[in-house]
């Protein structure tokens, strides 16, 4: 089994900046893409931020420019700084990832996983 926990998010004014964080452990083989969703109240889920490997890059059209996603070498965590928040940002935002999943006898299979999400709430 494989679990995504995400921190960081939090209570901020507009124009300040937050970094969210997501670290994936279990059985791990490897993480083929890893990003960040977000759901406002009343709402459809949507993409904020995703790095596809080796080190593709893909953001929301809302986001571009403010936002900025990494993912240190190595390791099975993404991060996410948010810069100049606007109160249009207030959602819960939720990692995601598609993990090569290894079991015990050394089959690998693919299946995407979700965090249960933290929320950024933006006050103007």
């Known amino acids: 089994q494989v679990r995504l926990l995400e921190s960081g998010g939090g209570l901020v004014q507009s124009g300040e900046s937050l970094r969210l964080s997501c670290a994936a452990s279990?059985?791990?083989?490897?993480?083929?893409?890893m990003g960040w969703y977000r759901q406002a109240p009343g709402k459809e889920r949507e993409l904020v931020a995703r790095i596809t490997q080796p080190y593709t890059l893909t953001y929301g059209d809302s986001v571009k420019g403010r936002f900025t996603i990494s993912r240190e070498n190595g390791e099975n965590t993404v991060y996410l700084q948010m810069n100049n928040l606007k109160p249009e940002d207030t959602a819960v935002y939720y990692c995601n990832a598609d993990v090569r999943v290894k079991t015990k006898g050394w089959q690998i299979y693919d299946k995407n996983y979700w965090g249960q999400g933290t929320q950024v709430t933006v006050s103007s």
């Open positions: 279990g059985s791990i083989f490897s993480i083929t893409a």
